[in-house]
């Protein structure tokens, strides 16, 4: 892998990691339409680690709040949120990674991105009765935690999910992105740790290590990931969902299109 085809796939991880429109979706079409190898796996638990580091950057006040007080209802909320997702992996791994192989789900995926973000929406702006500021409970974060757990397959966007998840609860879209973002840190951080596991046991060589490619790819997930996470929230607090919807259900079409039809990449 070269320099800029690690900087291409660092700032395409960084920016589809917190945009609604699914990272793994995006890799595996780029990897399929312009022939970039897979990313080995040392470099790809790198640039996990660059978005990762995103997160923080952009919420350290909310995780340096829930370092200070540990037990606390957020942090049982995150732990809950993240168990549907753990169970998932675990007990179709095998299914999950022979989708990710051959794409075969890739265009259903986006479109169905691209129907959770639109519902969402639409359910979110229906004014409630009593018109007050909902409070999280346990079921909202179960919810959310399933919502995340659908999203394994590439082209399902986990962050559009499980805010999708939080709007469909009627929770606060500010706090909806928030929640997103903390969980994401241990979705990210677990595939860290896993694929760090693996790079003990010799999965892969260390001759296929290029520093260069890297640190440069790190960097620009890290940069990207930064940038996308504080433009999420803007957009969320501020707009709506609905251009990524219209993004991602395009995007869904045309690639049904080259799996059934054209056969131009798939």
């Not at 793994?24 to 079409?29: D, F, P, T």
């Not at 794409?103 to 639109?118: D, S």
Request: aromatic share 12%.
């Amino acid at each position: 892998m070269n320099f800029l085809e690690a900087v291409i796939l660092g700032v395409v991880q960084g920016l589809t990691e917190f945009l609604p429109v699914s990272s793994s979706g995006h890799l595996v079409l780029m990897q399929k339409m312009f022939g970039i190898n897979e990313p080995g796996l040392f470099f790809d638990t790198m640039l996990h680690f660059g978005t990762l580091m995103a997160v923080f950057a952009v919420l350290w006040k909310d995780i340096w709040e829930i370092l200070k007080k540990p037990v606390q209802s957020l942090t049982g909320f995150l732990i809950l949120a993240t168990i549907p997702a753990v169970i998932a992996a675990f007990l179709f791994k095998d299914v999950i990674e022979n989708i990710f192989i051959t794409g075969k789900f890739l265009g259903i995926c986006f479109i169905i991105t691209a129907a959770l973000l639109t519902a969402a929406e639409k359910l979110s702006r229906k004014k409630t009765p009593d018109n007050e500021e909902k409070k999280m409970n346990y079921l909202d974060a179960l919810v959310i935690g399933l919502m995340q757990a659908i999203a394994i397959p590439p082209g399902i966007s986990r962050s559009g999910a499980t805010i999708s998840g939080a709007l469909f609860r009627k929770l606060d879209r500010d706090f909806a992105a928030r929640f997103s973002f903390l969980l994401s840190i241990p979705a990210i951080l677990g595939a860290v740790l896993l694929q760090t596991m693996a790079l003990f046991k010799g999965a892969e060589p260390t001759e296929s290590f290029n520093l260069i490619a890297v640190i440069s790819g790190t960097l620009s997930a890290a940069i990207t990931g930064f940038f996308a996470v504080k433009f999420m929230i803007k957009i969320i607090r501020e707009s709506s969902l609905y251009g990524f919807a219209i993004y991602t259900g395009i995007l869904g079409l045309l690639v049904l299109l080259d799996q059934y039809i054209l056969r131009l990449v798939f």
